[in-house]
Each structure stands twice: as C-alpha cells, then as structure tokens.
C-alpha cells in the first residue's frame, strides 16, 4: 500500500470542510435526495490490498460510471464489432448533448457519452434474453459481490425526467442506429444508470481494469489486456465528457465519473480509486473528486505519465 494511507486521510482532512462551490445534480430529481456534505474515498489495489476513509462504505447512484460495465459487457458479447455502431473519439460537448449526431448519421462519438451509452445498452437489447436480469448478473459476478442493485426510486425518477436522454434515443433510431424498441432500450438505460454502489464496491469492481490477470471467484477472466486497455484508453480520452483534457492533464490517469458524484480512476498494473462527493462542477462532474485526485496523483508522484 506504499504510503497511500497517509496521503489519502491526510487530503481527506484537507478538503473535508472546504468551500465547495459546486451543485449536487437535480435534473433526476431522485438525485437531489441526496446529503450533499457525503464525502468518501476508497482504494483497491492489484494485490488485494483495500483502504477506505469518510462516507466509503455508503451506497450511492453510481449514473455514468455504470456506462465502463455496458460496454464491457457489449465488448464481450460482439467484440470489435462494437466500434461500427459507436466512435472513439473524444466529443467535446456535453454529456448529453445532441449537436454532433446529426452531422455524424447518428453514430455517438464515444461509449461515455449519453447517446453511446444508449447505443451500447440498445447492443445488449439484441443479445440478452432479459437485459436487466442479465446485466445485473453480470456485474455481480465481476466484483463477486451479491448485494449490488439498481435504484426503483431513481430509475423511475430519470423515466419521468429524461427528456434529452428520449430525443437521442428517437435522434439515433430515425438513423437505423438503434434496433430495438426505443422506449425498451432507455428503460434498460435508465435502470443501468442507477446502480448503487459504495467507493469500497466501485473500486473493487474495476480492479479488471488494473489488474491483466484479474479472475472473479469463477476463474473467469472478464478482459483480455489489449481489451482492457481499450477501455482504459476511452476513459482517459472521453470519461469526463468536455473536461476530459482537464482531468488527464490534472491527474493523469484513466476515469469515469458519474451525476451522483462518484468519480473512478484507474493506474493500470496498481490500483482502482474512488472518490465520492455529490457536489458537481458546471461540467457534471464531482468538484471535490477532481481536486482530491489531483492531489492524490501530486503527492504520491504517481499517474501513467
Ligand atoms: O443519462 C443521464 O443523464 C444520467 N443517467 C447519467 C449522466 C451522467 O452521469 C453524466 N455524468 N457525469
């Protein structure tokens, strides 16, 4: 574990009661539910060492960061026929944003963003008997972990509320990039997005990211590297929507974040992270996460660069 304890309590202490400037999300009003002082950080590491601190063993809404699992999955299932229906490219713009769809005949220009997430959940539409059962498994075998579910409340909070997610989705499918029923598809996204999980449990979940001989208690091996380190290379490019540059050039590793304020980093061959505060900056992504990763990879002298 190196000194990473340390480092850790001692940035956590640093930040605990600093002036936050950001806003936890409302536009999923089940979101908003949340108390916005929660502030957790826990790491895995690749020899099975783990350290946690704060709110670590709280679960939240993980939203986007379940985006890294469908693709997994969907990689899986068709492998690199997956790039002819979604791009991986940095985009740019929001996370939900609708703009570039158009001069790209619907095809999303990432897996992280809103309109990739979708078509990646509409790829597993195609290939799995019952998609949510069947996701949910799934991620359940990864981590060996049982207890992981999606939220009712917040999964019905965002089919009420999701009108930009329901235009991409219609956008993309008047393309003949999304083959299954439309309203099908965002319930399975819905629902995807709104998988719980604690710091502890997301950073034990992406250790497939970190660790190339990481087996599940099946001895399954979920990736093959050159796999993972696709998936590693799209985190790094596009896992912060238009702050993506922002977050390589701050912290220097992997990520993803998500709307409930959970934000995962990876150092591939070392370890998972995760930081958890529901205050968001203009961007959507976790205020405090972003500024304790940076210090994290400052003070340890340690990201892939
Ligand atoms: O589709 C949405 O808008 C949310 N369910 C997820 C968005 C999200 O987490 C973007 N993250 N920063």
């Given at each position: 574990?190196?000194?990473?304890?340390?480092?850790?309590?001692?940035?956590?202490?640093?930040?605990?009661?600093?002036?936050?400037?950001?806003?936890?999300?409302?536009?999923?009003?089940?979101?908003?539910?949340?108390?916005?002082?929660?502030?957790?950080?826990?790491?895995?590491?690749?020899?099975?060492?783990?350290?946690?601190?704060?709110?670590?063993?709280?679960?939240?809404?993980?939203?986007?960061?379940?985006?890294?699992?469908?693709?997994?999955?969907?990689?899986?299932?068709?492998?690199?026929?997956?790039?002819n229906r979604v791009?991986?490219?940095?985009?740019?713009?929001?996370?939900?944003?609708?703009?570039?769809?158009?001069?790209?005949?619907?095809?999303?220009?990432?897996?992280?963003?809103?309109?990739?997430?979708?078509?990646v959940c509409d790829?597993?539409?195609s290939h799995l008997?019952?998609?949510?059962?069947?996701?949910?498994?799934?991620?359940?075998?990864?981590?060996?972990?049982?207890?992981?579910?999606?939220?009712?409340?917040?999964?019905?909070?965002?089919?009420?509320?999701?009108?930009?997610?329901?235009?991409?989705?219609?956008?993309?499918?008047?393309?003949?990039?999304?083959?299954?029923?439309?309203?099908?598809?965002?319930?399975?996204?819905?629902?995807?997005?709104?998988?719980?999980?604690?710091?502890?449990?997301?950073?034990?979940?992406?250790?497939?990211?970190?660790?190339?001989?990481?087996?599940?208690?099946?001895?399954?091996?979920?990736?093959?590297?050159?796999?993972?380190?696709?998936?590693?290379?799209?985190?790094?490019?596009?896992?912060?929507?238009?702050?993506?540059?922002?977050?390589?050039?701050?912290?220097?590793?992997?990520?993803?974040?998500?709307?409930?304020?959970?934000?995962?980093?990876?150092?591939?061959?070392?370890?998972?992270?995760?930081?958890?505060?529901?205050?968001?900056?203009?961007?959507?992504?976790?205020?405090?996460?972003?500024?304790?990763?940076?210090?994290?990879?400052?003070?340890?002298?340690?990201?892939?660069?």
């Open positions: 574990m190196k000194n990473y304890k340390k480092i850790i309590t001692n940035i956590y202490k640093d930040l605990k009661s600093i002036d936050d400037p950001g806003k936890v999300a409302n536009y999923i009003p089940e979101l908003a539910n949340v108390d916005e002082n929660n502030f957790g950080i826990h790491i895995s590491t690749i020899n099975n060492e783990g350290f946690g601190i704060g709110d670590a063993n709280k679960k939240f809404s993980i939203q986007s960061i379940s985006k890294i699992l469908t693709l997994t999955l969907a990689y899986k299932l068709i492998g690199e026929n997956i790039w791009d991986v490219e940095p985009s740019g713009n929001p996370f939900n944003s609708l703009l570039q769809l158009e001069a790209d005949f619907g095809k999303p220009r990432n897996p992280f963003i809103n309109a990739g997430a979708i078509v790829i597993l539409m008997k019952n998609p949510k059962e069947d996701f949910l498994t799934f991620c359940r075998n990864i981590s060996n972990n049982s207890s992981l579910n999606y939220s009712e409340k917040v999964a019905q909070s965002e089919k009420k509320s999701g009108f930009r997610n329901i235009a991409l989705c219609n956008f993309i499918k008047s393309f003949g990039n999304i083959k299954n029923d439309v309203d099908a598809v965002l319930d399975f996204y819905f629902y995807t997005c709104s998988l719980e999980m604690s710091c502890k449990e997301l950073s034990e979940i992406f250790l497939y990211l970190a660790d190339e001989t990481y087996t599940n208690n099946k001895n399954e091996n979920i990736l093959t590297t050159s796999e993972a380190k696709r998936i590693n290379a799209i985190m790094l490019t596009c896992g912060f929507y238009d702050e993506s540059g922002e977050f390589a050039f701050r912290v220097g590793l992997p990520g993803k974040s998500g709307v409930g304020g959970g934000i995962i980093a990876v150092h591939p061959n070392e370890f998972c992270i995760t930081v958890w505060s529901p205050k968001l900056n203009p961007k959507g992504n976790s205020y405090k996460g972003m500024l304790f990763l940076e210090k994290f990879t400052t003070n340890t002298e340690n990201s892939i660069f």
